[in-house]
Nanobody, 114 residues
Framework: VRLVESGGGLVQAGGSLRLSCTASGSINRIDLMGWHRQGPGKQRELVATIGSGGAANYADFVKGRSTISADYDKRTVYLQIDSLKPEDTAVYFC?????????WGQGTQVTVSS
């Protein structure tokens, strides 16, 4: 199983970004997809998740300015973040619970300039 992220880059503060991640490989079921991030010198932290039934969960630091969505038929999850702040600078990792196992993407860098 492989997860591949796209959509990272350099954005000005106040701007928006949309990340996407697609899972591929020998997949029988996906129960949960989501995003984590790791900022410079920080531990990896949860950003948002979305279950196969559509239930979404957000970290407090993105609530109200972020939307997670997924197309499970396409095995793809999206993360839109608006009103980006310099403290959102991090490597964003896609994660998925596939075939009862956890999988991670390699990450995509998001840099927010002030």
């Amino acid at each position: 199983v492989r997860l591949v992220e796209s959509g990272g880059g350099l954005v000005q503060a106040g701007g928006s970004l949309r990340l996407s991640c697609t899972a591929s490989g020998s997949i029988n079921r996906i129960d949960l997809m989501g995003w984590h991030r790791q900022g410079p010198g920080k531990q990896r932290e949860l950003v948002a998740t979305i279950g196969s039934g559509g239930a979404a969960n957000y970290a407090d630091f993105v609530k109200g300015r972020s939307t997670i969505s997924a197309d499970y038929d396409k095995r793809t999850v999206y993360l839109q973040i608006d009103s980006l702040k310099p403290e959102d600078t991090a490597v964003y990792f896609c994660a998925a619970f596939v075939n009862f196992n956890d999988y991670w993407g390699q990450g995509t860098q998001v840099t927010v300039s002030s």
